[in-house]
Antibody, heavy 121, light 107 residues
Framework: QVQLQESGPGLVKPSQTLSLTCTVS??????????WSWIRQLPGKGLEWIGY???????DYTPSLKSRVTVSVDTPKNQFSLRLSSVTAADTAVYYC?????????????WGQGTTVTVSS | DIQMTQSPSSLSASVGDRVTITCRAS??????LNWYQHKPGKGPKLLIY???RLQSGVPSRFSGSGSGTDFTLTISSLQPEDFATYFC?????????FGRGTKLEIK
């Protein structure tokens, strides 16, 4: 059974860098065929796709965050990570990691339970 | 970016009811439309992918239809565990985008 679990600080100061890790179990990221994605839900709003990365290292990001975001993969640890720089209160959200692609036409078929990140001094 | 317009934003219904939620894309996304169920404190759950394909393990009372720009999610007979928020999402092109969600509440 494939499972994803987000981890990282729940509180980040303005102007600092938000760093989250998603630990994958039940499948190897290096097996290929899927992308590994980050999504967030801002308070009282819908879901926002942040970006994804394939095992090959090919990554793509939403344009509004592209200048501040990096998604990377650590295959020995079977983890992937999100870094979002220069955060403000507007980045306060629940952050989810998810697996996509494979046999589900680029949908996201496995999600973590989410982690709340608050940006505040 | 492709805009996804979902309606209604909220819906009250009773156990056993048939409900339909609609999603419209700002341009054609062929069949790259997915539906998720989201409950508080959990990650979203994939219900339908490619507009009409039922994800493994999802009850058959859930169904999806549509292509191009207009799509629907139908729950044929609501069960107590179905009260949740539902999102549509396009995976036709990045940036992937979601509808604003439909909160399904018990009448």
């Amino acid at each position: 059974q494939v499972q994803l679990q987000e981890s990282g600080p729940g509180l980040v100061k303005p102007s600092q860098t938000l760093s989250l890790t998603c630990t994958v179990s039940g499948v190897s990221i290096s097996s290929g065929g899927h992308y590994w994605s980050w999504i967030r839900q801002l308070p009282g709003k819908g879901l926002e796709w942040i970006g994804y990365i394939y095992y090959s290292g090919n990554a793509d990001y939403t344009p509004s965050l592209k200048s501040r975001v990096t998604v990377s993969v650590d295959t020995p640890k079977n983890q992937f990570s999100l870094r979002l720089s220069s955060v403000t209160a507007a980045d306060t959200a629940v952050y989810y990691c998810a697996r996509g692609g494979g046999t589900v036409y680029y949908a996201m078929d496995v999600w973590g339970q989410g982690t709340t990140v608050t940006v505040s001094s | 970016d492709i805009q996804m317009t979902q309606s209604p934003s909220s819906l009250s219904a009773s156990v056993g009811d048939r409900v339909t939620i609609t999603c419209r894309a700002s341009q054609s996304i062929t069949s790259y439309l997915n539906w998720y169920q989201h409950k508080p404190g959990k990650g979203p759950k994939l219900l339908i992918y490619a507009a009409s394909r039922l994800q493994s393990g999802v009850p058959s009372r859930f169904s999806g239809s549509g292509s191009g720009t207009d799509f629907t999610l139908t729950i044929s007979s609501l069960q107590p565990e179905d009260f949740a928020t539902y999102f549509c999402q396009q995976s036709y092109s990045t940036p992937y985008t979601f509808g604003r969600g439909t909160k399904l509440e018990i009448k």
